[in-house]
């Protein structure tokens, strides 16, 4: 077997990409669909305490995101940090995940929101007069903040998603419908678990009319919520069943302490 050639061209010097295509590479690593974008926007709703949310979506998400929401809005004070990458309210500090009750807390969903698409915020908080609409540039920043009339709570606009990375761009519109069915799928399980939210999602294609893809009353009931997704016909094949908790064989056999056990588990 004759041996290999030896490389002729020289080598490339090790260097650091630059900051900006790091937060764009990186980006395509934490939002990675349409499922990731829009259950990350969901969560943001249900962290700020919203029990009304409302998403829109426009040819199916390739031209335009956009959750609305009844929470808490955003104060002023706050709108710098909103899209910065690891900046949060929820944690200080590694030691504080023990105690995250939230679905999000890293800070890293917005921000790379920013990096792939154009993203635009409407916002009231309950302290303020007025709303105010802010756009973002890539990295972040805030390019323009004025004032907005709306309720309080906020609205998150995401329109061309990965139009900066174009090759995934490509891949997204092609895929789309594939990428649309998974979404689906995730905010119907967001739909089942939010007990007293509720959540309307319609897509609208070109200049069609708006077609409702899932919808909830804001029950409290599990059971509810299941049937407002599914269907009422789906209810009559559910099995319910109980929560006992672990008798003293079973505790022995694994090493469990019952008194540390955690109760209505499944509530």
Known sequence: RAAPSPCTSPAKAIRAIDSRSVH?????????NLGTAVKELVENSLDAGATNID????????????????????EEENFEGLTLKHYTSKIQDFSD?????????RGEALSSLCALSDVTIFTCHKSAKVGT???????????????YPRQQGTTVNIQQLFYTLPVRHKEFQRNIKKEYA??????QAYCIISK????NCSNQVGQGKKNSVVSTT??????????????QKQLQSLIPFVQLPP???VCEEYGLNATDMPQNLYR
Request: overall charge positive; aromatic content about 4%; some cysteine.
């Open 196 to 199: 007293g939210v509720r959540i």
């Open 133 to 147: 609409r802010l756009v973002f540039d890539h990295n972040g920043k805030i390019t323009q903040k004025t004032p």
């Open 55 to 74: 998403i829109k979506l426009k040819d199916h998400g390739t031209e335009l995101i956009e959750v609305s929401d009844n929470g808490g809005g955003v």
């Open 24 to 32: 764009r590479i990186c980006s395509g690593q934490v939002v990675l």
């Open 182 to 187: 998974k979404m689906v799928q995730i905010l």
């Open 97 to 105: 995940l023990v105690h995250v009750e939230t679905f999000g807390f």
């Open 247 to 249: 008798n003293e064989a």
């Open 218 to 231: 804001g029950s409290a009931s599990l059971k509810e919520n299941i049937g407002a997704v599914f269907g």
